[in-house]
């Protein structure tokens, strides 16, 4: 990803100031000459090196997923600092259309007696599963259909039986995200499915370029007025 979003930056007539990685952790860096980060690497580093741009004073695009269980600390933290970070479980541009797509899908589906379900394929380098992705698909879906309901230890429960979610992980397949509300005589699917990494990284370009300027803790659906 890092690769993608710096030739996507370039062609967009940006100038990358800084490049870190294990080799040069960002959590050194004492001072950043540069106008906004873009933070993709992995779970456990994802709320530290958030931390670290509100310390600086650097807005940040988030693009790491896994890390849901700090997302309060990190707003009161954003609050305080005054600071600004753009987090998304998918950058893709597609992607937010087909979320979009989705709470209108399920909507409709939940008059009638279909069963749903999601399946998402990635990359066997996809540490987190299921994906952020898949998990902002669950929360979609369930906050459309009135026949489910969230048990206190956060398991979803309902007249359908649980909602299911499919993990696969499978050598170079950028994402594939699916739908599906299936009965005994029929189904009905919504698909997302990514040719390559470019569409992830010009979305989070397009994010750097919105959050100039900007204060709060912020998510794709502010950049495409989506809410």
């Given amino acids: 990803m890092g690769k993608e979003i710096e030739k996507v930056a370039l062609e967009r007539n940006h100038t990358i100031a800084h490049v870190f990685s294990e080799d040069l952790p960002f959590m050194n860096?004492?001072?950043?000459?540069?106008?906004?980060?873009?933070?993709?690497s992995v779970p456990h580093l994802a709320v530290p090196h958030m931390q670290q741009c509100l310390k600086?004073?650097?807005?940040?695009?988030?693009?790491?997923?896994?890390?849901?269980?700090?997302?309060?600390?990190?707003?009161?933290?954003t609050k305080t600092q005054n600071g600004s970070i753009l987090y998304a479980s998918n950058f893709s541009l597609g992607v937010h259309l087909f979320f979009?797509?989705?709470?209108?899908?399920?909507?409709?589906?939940?008059?009638y007696d279909y069963k749903p379900s999601i399946t998402e394929i990635h990359h066997t380098e996809k540490l987190d599963?299921?994906?952020?992705?898949?998990?902002?698909?669950?929360e979609l879906i369930l906050e459309e259909l009135k026949s489910f309901n969230k048990t206190e230890d956060g398991e979803y429960i309902g007249g359908s039986g649980a909602l299911p979610v499919h993990s696969k992980r499978v050598e170079n397949v950028p994402g594939t995200h699916?739908?599906?509300?299936?009965?005994?005589?029929?189904e009905l699917t919504l698909t997302h499915k990514a040719h390559n990494r470019k569409g992830f990284a010009l979305g989070a370009v397009i994010a750097a370029e919105w959050i100039q300027n900007k204060k709060g803790l912020f998510t794709m659906s502010d950049v495409l007025n989506l809410k």
């Fill in 29 to 40: 860096a004492t001072e950043i000459d540069a106008d906004v980060a873009i933070e993709f």
């Fill in 56 to 77: 600086l004073n650097l807005p940040v695009i988030v693009g790491t997923t896994g890390w849901d269980e700090s997302l309060t600390n990190i707003e009161k933290e």
């Fill in 100 to 111: 979009e797509m989705t709470k209108k899908f399920s909507r409709l589906m939940d008059a």
């Fill in 129 to 138: 599963i299921p994906s952020g992705t898949a998990i902002t698909m669950v």
């Fill in 178 to 186: 699916e739908v599906r509300f299936s009965s005994d005589i029929d």
